[in-house]
C-alpha cells in the first residue's frame, strides 16, 4: 500500500511543481489522509524537496478512525505544545532549501495564513487550489472496497432496525438506535448524522431528529451513512408505519422511486454530471412538483460525505468511471412529508455492467 501513497504524492508533486512550486503544505484532514494513509487530529503534510514528512502536534497513536500513516514518510512531532503544525511545516519547508509553498487556501484561515509567512518569510506562498480534491475524484479499487463495506454495515443496519418496533419511538432514539447498530457492525462511526424523518418531517433533505413520535400511517424517511477505514458512504429509504399506504403515498413513492431510477441509469463514464441531475429532475419536474426539489440530485462520496463531483442543474463536468456517487431525489410536500430514495453507486461502464450499486436495501415501498 505504501506504493499507492507514493504514487499520489508524486502525482501531486508534478502539479505544483509544473507550477512553479518547489513544495506544498497540505492542511485539510481528508487530503491528508489520502497522500498519507492517516490523518492524526491537527497533523499536516508537508511535501518538500528532500523530504516528505507528516508533521504531527502529538506522536500518532494509530486509533483506527485515523489510519496508521505510511511507513515511507517519516513522522515530525512538535517539541513543545500549543505550536502550530502547519507553521512548523513551513519553517522546515524552508530549512530543506524550498523558495516557494504551495498551500491549500481554500481550507487555512487568515489567521493561519498569516502565521505560516510570517515564520518563513522567504517562502513565495502560492495557492494549490483543489489538487488534492481532484486527485481524490476518481477511487482506486481499495477505495471502492471500503465504501463497500461501508455499503453493506449501512445496509445491515437499516435492516435491523426494520425489524423492530417503531410505531411510539421518537426519531431521535431510531436515529441513535442506528447510530449503535453502525458501531456494532464494525464502521468506525456515522458517515454524518442519522437523519430519521417521520409524518410532515418525512423526505426533508437533511432533516435533524426530532421528539415527534412515530404514528400509524406515517411516511418514515431514514438517511444513514457508515464510515469504514475513513471512507463514507450512505443510503436513503421511505416506508409506510403500520398500515396500508394510501393513495397519494403510492403515488409520490411511486415517481420519486422512477426519478432515482432514471438518475441511475444515466450514470455512465463521459455522462455530464447536468445530464444526471436533469435525468432524474425532469421526472419530477414533469409532474408538477419543481418547487419541492432539492437543489441537487446526488453528489460524490470518498474520505468525506460530501466530495466532488455534485451532479446538479449547473454543474460542469463529466463523470470518469470508478467515480463513486449517491443518487437521492426526493419530494417534501410542506405539511404532509414525502419521499426520499438515496442509493451510493459507483460508475462503471457498460461492458463491466453499468452502475455499480452497494447498498442493497429494497426500494420497495413496505408497510412496517
Avoid at 497533523?43 to 518538500?48: E, I, K, Y
Wanted: glycine share 10%; charged share 25%.
Amino acid at each position: 500500500m505504501s506504493e499507492v501513497y507514493a504514487n499520489r504524492r508524486s502525482r501531486l508533486r508534478d502539479h505544483f511543481n509544473a507550477a512553479g512550486t518547489a513544495a506544498a503544505l497540505v492542511t485539510r484532514p481528508a487530503n491528508v489522509r489520502y497522500l498519507a494513509a492517516a490523518a492524526p487530529r491537527g497533523a499536516v503534510l508537508l511535501l518538500g524537496g528532500r523530504e516528505d514528512l507528516l508533521v504531527c502536534a502529538i506522536p500518532p497513536d494509530e486509533r483506527p478512525f485515523e489510519g496508521r500513516p505510511d511507513e515511507a514518510l517519516r513522522v515530525h512531532v512538535l517539541s513543545a505544545q500549543g505550536g502550530d503544525t502547519a507553521v512548523t511545516a513551513a519553517d522546515l519547508a524552508r530549512s530543506q532549501g524550498a523558495d516557494s509553498l504551495a498551500v491549500e487556501e481554500h481550507h487555512l484561515t487568515v489567521a493561519r495564513h498569516r502565521a505560516i509567512a510570517a515564520a518563513a518569510p522567504a517562502l513565495r506562498l502560492a495557492d494549490i487550489g483543489g489538487a488534492v480534491e481532484q486527485l481524490r475524484v476518481v477511487k482506486d479499487e481499495e477505495e471502492i472496497s471500503c465504501l463497500r463495506i461501508g455499503a453493506e454495515i449501512a445496509d445491515q443496519a437499516l435492516g435491523e432496525l426494520l425489524e423492530s418496533i417503531l410505531v411510539g419511538r421518537t426519531e431521535r432514539h431510531l436515529a441513535l438506535e442506528l447510530e449503535r447498530r453502525l458501531v456494532d457492525h464494525g464502521a468506525d462511526g456515522p458517515a454524518f448524522p442519522t437523519s430519521v424523518a417521520t409524518g410532515p418531517n418525512s423526505g426533508r433533505r437533511g432533516h435533524r431528529p426530532t421528539d415527534r413520535r412515530v404514528e400509524e400511517g406515517d411516511f418514515l424517511s431514514v438517511c444513514l451513512g457508515a464510515t469504514y477505514r475513513g471512507y463514507r458512504c450512505e443510503i436513503g429509504r421511505t416506508f409506510v408505519i403500520g398500515t396500508s399506504p394510501a393513495d397519494w403515498q403510492i403515488q409520490l413513492y411511486d415517481l420519486v422511486f422512477s426519478a432515482q431510477r432514471a438518475g441511475r441509469e444515466a450514470l455512465a463514464p463521459g455522462a455530464a454530471h447536468r445530464d444526471v441531475d436533469r435525468a432524474a429532475r425532469q421526472v419530477l419536474d414533469s409532474a408538477g412538483y419543481a418547487e419541492a426539489l432539492p437543489p441537487l440530485t446526488g453528489h460524490g462520496v470518498g474520505l468525506e460525505i460530501d466530495e466532488d463531483p455534485q451532479l446538479a442543474p449547473a454543474a460542469m463536468g463529466k463523470l470518469d468511471a470508478c467515480v463513486p456517487v449517491t443518487v437521492e431525489p426526493g419530494v417534501h410536500l410542506p405539511g404532509r412529508g414525502g419521499v426520499r430514495i438515496d442509493d451510493t453507486l459507483v460508475v462503471r461502464p457498460e461492458a463491466d455492467g453499468g452502475p455499480e450499486l452497494l447498498t442493497i436495501t429494497t426500494k420497495e415501498l413496505l408497510a412496517l
